[in-house]
């Protein structure tokens, strides 16, 4: 096995190869590394000097045991034979390889592009051969559970504002305008942050830019638990989300560079799973810690930490792991190699190569590659004095070249090589967006519709009572109270929960300790009325009038509403099994990734999804329509995986992050746009969510078809 591998290296050497083979001294090879032998002439040094003949230098990385690489033996074999080293890598090229037609002495940066793209080519096949060699073990796993946790602190975000917001909307006092800002700016700071790190990571590499997004959704997120005003708590979420977005975009990115083609697709949609898990552990978090009230403090007024803060510091956990983790993993081989980083992507590959081999008991097998093509590399420097102009002019101008880099990258997703697909992806990944998120989100609201109309046929109504003299100091519920007379009555210490007072006269009546919620008083008249630390704010008294009444020590802010604990345990619950019944469309999926191949998967997937939307019209109870989420959920997660999968192969490696994080934003908008259209006909009609979904559906999964199909290709 091992001298097969030899011989399949040997046709990605190239010319470099060539001239190491005419070298006046010879080249010799022992244990797998490559060392010359220097030429016996006249002109030899003597011993003193031996160290400053350029054919005798040193190589740095040969102390390490690291093979020299051909380039470097190339160029210092053909420098002392008139040839000219190319701008690009520094290359040595023979003499006059590099001149055109006027006698250039470089060469054309077409020449230079298609030799860098035939030496790209020749990496992605000697890599995957490589991967091969290294196998699939110990290694890998590890990598997987770790990035995996990062994944998952992606699921946990899209759920914690979701569950925090029937809480957080009463001790902020939010308007409804404040709500739906609230729900919106994670998706907003998501969509910027999978744009930005995404490509960032093409630049600074997938581990930096992972452990740096992760690091400000930690931060962030933890001081989101603290911050009473809505403002900062607002501003703390956006920077989490921004922080966040760059999870989905790297990690698939960093994973599949430590695959080999024929386990990337099934272990790609593995990985998918951690989000669900996110997603379940969101759930079971809220559900154990929001509804327990007694988990909560206060001092004074001012400060007030309730359980839903707690829950949101909870929330913080995967990520903190995350990042734990991530500090023992290396950054991806194919990055280094990519950007001519020879030496650390060998040093990578061994030792992914050692600890697999170690892990199935072949600790004496030795990693054979001696050589790796890395692709020539463009000259991108800067030259900043550090002697003129002050440090923080020259930090903006490296930042200033490093986002153009960013978007220069990006534009090469739309030159006419790549337009197609990207154009293609961009209408696939906003089409399922738009009907996933909308109908997820939907689905939900629609529950909560059914459960407020069967709640209201249960209400109580009461007309022209007249009440004198009585002391009420029991719990009010759902009971409407019209054209009503009370004399001298006492309510004291008393809940009200969706009680309606309306055109009543309430005459030397006395309130006090009272907490409502969903409870308006409603062109009412009040003579000679004490109120004694209760929460009836003004947009509690609808209309009323006020005649020789009183207000003293009036609760302050927003109340927690303790009457909806019922409420909240079921909102948790359908969470859960809709993220948990995801579970077997990830499972098939990973199954079949590899053998029906990703487009088929994709359109599959999405075909059966546009058919279970139709099932929606017969949901007309609240179980219902929970079976009818798990439904759509569970057939959709594949086509999402096949869509990962897909992302990934289809774009190269020093573009791949870069088009994953647009696609990602892009998804991002359209969830907003689907989640706004779909919400806006809750309670109104069902068909046009129906429709709109199915729709979407049907156009992703026909465009589908038209990408090319990656299965059984090499990493780009």
């Given amino acids: 096995h091992d001298e097969y591998t030899r011989r399949s290296y040997t046709r990605f050497r190239g010319d470099e190869d060539d001239d190491e083979d005419e070298d006046e001294g010879g080249e010799q090879e022992a244990f797998g590394l490559r060392y010359s032998r220097p030429a016996e002439d006249d002109g030899a040094s003597s011993d003193a000097t031996e160290g400053q003949d350029e054919e005798d230098e040193i190589y740095e990385g040969e102390y390490q045991g690291i093979p020299r690489p051909a380039g470097r033996r190339a160029a210092s074999g053909a420098s002392g034979a008139g040839g000219l080293r190319s701008p690009a890598e520094g290359r040595a090229l023979p003499a006059g390889e590099g ?87 994670v998706y907003l700071g998501m969509m910027v942050g999978a744009f930005l790190w995404g490509g960032l990571a093409d630049q600074l590499g997938r581990k930096q830019c992972l452990f740096m997004s992760l ?35 790297i990690v698939f990115s960093y994973f599949s560079e430590f695959l080999a083609q024929e386990k990337r697709g099934e272990h790609l949609s593995w990985l998918c799973m951690f989000w669900m898990f996110g997603g379940i552990y969101a759930s079971a978090m809220a559900w154990a810690i929001i509804p327990h009230y007694g988990w909560s403090f206060q001092m004074g007024s001012a400060y007030q930490f309730h359980s839903w803060r707690v829950f949101v510091l909870v929330c913080v956990f995967p990520a903190v792991s995350a990042i734990v983790a991530l500090t023992f993993m ?101 089409t399922m967006s738009f009907s996933y998120y909308g109908l997820t989100v939907w689905f939900p609201d629609m529950i909560k519709h059914l459960q407020m109309l069967e709640y209201s046929s249960r209400t109580k109504l009461f007309q022209k009572e007249r009440v004198e003299h009585f002391t009420f100091n029991f719990t009010l519920e759902n009971q409407v109270h019209r054209n009503g007379d009370y004399y001298n009555d006492k309510f004291i210490g008393m809940k009200m929960k969706s009680v309606i007072f309306e055109n009543s006269l309430f005459e030397d009546c006395y309130f006090e300790d009272i907490t409502s919620s969903n409870s308006f008083f409603k062109n009412c008249t009040f003579v000679s009325t004490l109120f004694y630390n209760t929460d009836f704010f003004d947009y509690k008294l609808l209309g009323c009038r006020m005649v020789n009444s009183t207000f003293l020590h009036s609760k302050e802010g927003c109340q927690l509403d303790f009457s909806d604990e019922n409420d909240a345990y079921m909102i948790y619950f359908v ?20 053998k029906i191949g990703r487009l088929r998967m994709l359109a599959g997937s999405s075909t059966l999804s546009c058919i279970s939307c139709f099932f929606v019209s017969f949901g007309n109870n609240e179980s219902a329509m929970i079976a009818l ?86 990493l780009q």
């Fill in 215 to 249: 690091s400000v959704n930690c931060v962030c997120a933890f001081f989101s638990s603290f911050v009473q005003g809505y403002g900062i708590f607002l501003f703390c979420r956006l920077l989490s989300g921004i922080g966040i977005g760059g999870s989905i975009p």
């Fill in 629 to 714: 989420l798990c439904l759509f959920g569970g057939v959709s997660i594949a086509s999402w995986n096949a869509l990962d999968v897909l992302t990934v192969e289809l774009y190269p490696s020093n573009k791949r992050t870069t088009a994953f994080g647009f696609l990602n934003a892009l998804c991002k908008l359209a969830a907003v746009l689907g989640i706004s259209i779909f919400q806006s006909f809750v309670g109104v009609t069902r068909a046009v969510p129906i429709m709109l979904a199915s729709l979407a559906l049907a156009i992703g999964s026909f465009l589908a078809l038209k990408l090319p199909e990656t299965r059984g290709l090499v």
């Fill in 99 to 185: 001149r055109g037609p006027e006698g250039d002495e470089f060469q054309s940066l077409e020449e230079l592009e298609g030799e860098r793209e035939r030496s790209r080519q020749q990496l992605a096949q000697q890599y995957q051969l490589i991967l091969q060699e290294c196998g699939h073990g110990r290694f890998q796993w590890t990598l997987y559970f770790v990035l995996g946790l990062a994944l998952m602190a992606d699921g946990v975000e899209v759920f914690v504002v979701g569950f925090v917001l029937p809480s957080a909307e009463k001790d902020m006092c939010l308007t409804d305008s404040n709500k739906g800002m609230l729900g919106l700016i």
């Fill in 575 to 594: 969470s859960f099994l809709g993220t948990l019944a995801v579970l077997p469309g990830n499972i098939v999926s990973a199954l079949l990734m590899d």
């Fill in 330 to 430: 290396p950054e991806s081989p194919r990055f280094y190699l990519e950007n001519g980083k020879h030496d650390e992507g060998w040093m990578i590959l061994k030792q992914v190569h050692d600890t697999n081999m170690r892990a199935k008991g072949f600790p004496e097998r030795v990693f054979s590659v001696t050589h790796i093509k890395t692709p020539l590399q463009p000259d991108e420097l800067i030259e900043i004095q550090s002697d003129t102009g002050t440090w923080y002019r020259r930090w903006f101008v490296r930042f200033t070249n490093l986002f153009q880099q960013v978007w220069a990258n990006f534009l090469q997703c739309f030159s006419p090589k790549y337009r197609r697909t990207t154009l293609l992806m961009m209408a696939v990944w906003f």
